[in-house]
């Protein structure tokens, strides 16, 4: 049984903000409780592993997207039941999408009009082509026997023609679970919250690592936390990107992610607050705990109301990183960010208006 939840930072590289921050303050008064030295004390060890040739690694997870390679062989699994819904798919180019705000800087920073504002990048047999959340892939014969499409509405109506536009989902025929959508009728964009990739067995490594399964009921939450958690570390790490906008298939806002570290390490107790004293069977000696590698995020749902005027500041804002994610994944994260943020002492829950949360990797 998961219990009390006791989480720090054991920085080596901290976000420095800036002065303009709106957030310091909050940093600043903070008052860290005489507890923590021990327990920092404690794990000190932990946030740093050696390697055989002596350097530091973190061993931070990559994502499925950050493992795709030319000329090899994958199998794509629905995360769900684990069907098989593409096989032996060998790419002859495995190639990053314009992602982000593209064409708001294309507009700012070129002097004419984007040649491909009303053009769709679409793979060609062979290709891959890497989203920030999904992947762009040809559609074969065999999509007939595993996917079933069905046709949704969008929420949103066009102005243009006053009535709602459609959008062709695509499911997992033996679980009918949403993998992702038609972008054409031989394209297909799949969520990598929703499947499994798996390489040719032949001793490679394998991708689903990221899915655990020690516990039938956390499996999905598991792999849900770690596959974003990997996206938001490569994400920030290569576009020096903290802000990110989790949108639904219609594009909206759902959830409001501001990454704040990405070497944290959290570490639960089991029995309340039994790590404070010494067992009672043993006495003098301090109860184990776990510690896993986290991110820290601060976060506001969409949802709420009292925070419109945010939100509508995050909207207009360029610098945040927009990331869509199929709705059911939208309002798993949105449960897993709530979960997380329950399971913190009162005092940490909040920085202003965000809301606290760890995602573990």
Not at 71 to 89: H, I, K, N, P, W
Not at 114 to 129: E, I, M, S, V
Not at 288 to 293: D, F, G, I, L, V
Request: one cysteine or more; glycine letters at 4%.
């Amino acid at each position: 049984m998961i219990s009390t939840f006791c989480s720090w930072v054991c920085s080596r590289s901290d976000h420095i903000l800036t002065t303009t921050d709106p957030l310091q303050s909050s940093f600043e008064s903070v008052q860290r409780p005489p507890l923590q030295a021990g327990l920092r004390s404690l794990l000190s060890p932990l946030p740093k592993r050696t390697a055989p040739n002596g350097e530091t690694n973190s061993e931070a997870p990559c994502s499925v997207i950050g493992q795709l390679r030319v000329a090899e062989t994958y199998s794509f699994l629905c995360q769900s039941c684990g069907s098989m819904v593409l096989q032996d798919r060998a790419f002859g180019r495995v190639l990053p999408l314009p992602n982000g705000n593209w064409n708001a800087l294309v507009d700012d920073w070129c002097c004419h009009p984007d040649p491909f504002a009303n053009r769709k990048l679409l793979p060609r047999d062979g290709d891959c082509l890497l989203g920030d959340t999904f992947l762009l892939l040809a559609r074969d014969s065999s999509c007939e026997q595993t996917l079933v499409r069905e046709e949704s509405t969008l929420q949103k109506a066009s102005a243009e023609h006053g009535r709602s536009s459609k959008r062709v989902m695509v499911s997992c025929r033996s679980c009918s679970a949403v993998l992702g959508q038609e972008v054409t009728a031989e394209v297909l964009k799949i969520y990598i919250t929703e499947i499994l990739v798996k390489p040719r067995e032949d001793g490679k490594c394998d991708l689903t690592r990221l899915s655990l399964v020690s516990q039938p009921n956390s499996e999905r939450q598991r792999f849900l936390e770690r596959t974003l958690a990997s996206r938001l570390v490569e994400l920030s790490s290569a576009q020096n990107t903290f802000r990110f906008s989790i949108q639904n298939p219609d594009d909206r806002a759902v959830i409001l992610l501001w990454l704040l570290n990405t070497d944290t390490l959290v570490a639960s107790f089991p029995g309340g607050d039994s790590f404070i004293s010494a067992d009672k069977d043993h006495p003098g000696e301090h109860q184990s705990c776990r510690a896993a590698q986290a991110v820290k995020v601060l976060y506001i749902l969409c949802s709420d109301s009292k925070l419109q005027d945010v939100v509508d500041v995050w909207e207009k804002d360029i610098g945040v990183h927009p990331l869509p994610l199929p709705q059911s994944s939208c309002e798993e994260l949105q449960k897993l960010l709530m979960s997380s943020t329950s399971r913190l002492p009162t005092f940490l829950r909040f920085m202003k208006s965000y809301q606290v949360a760890y995602m573990t990797m």
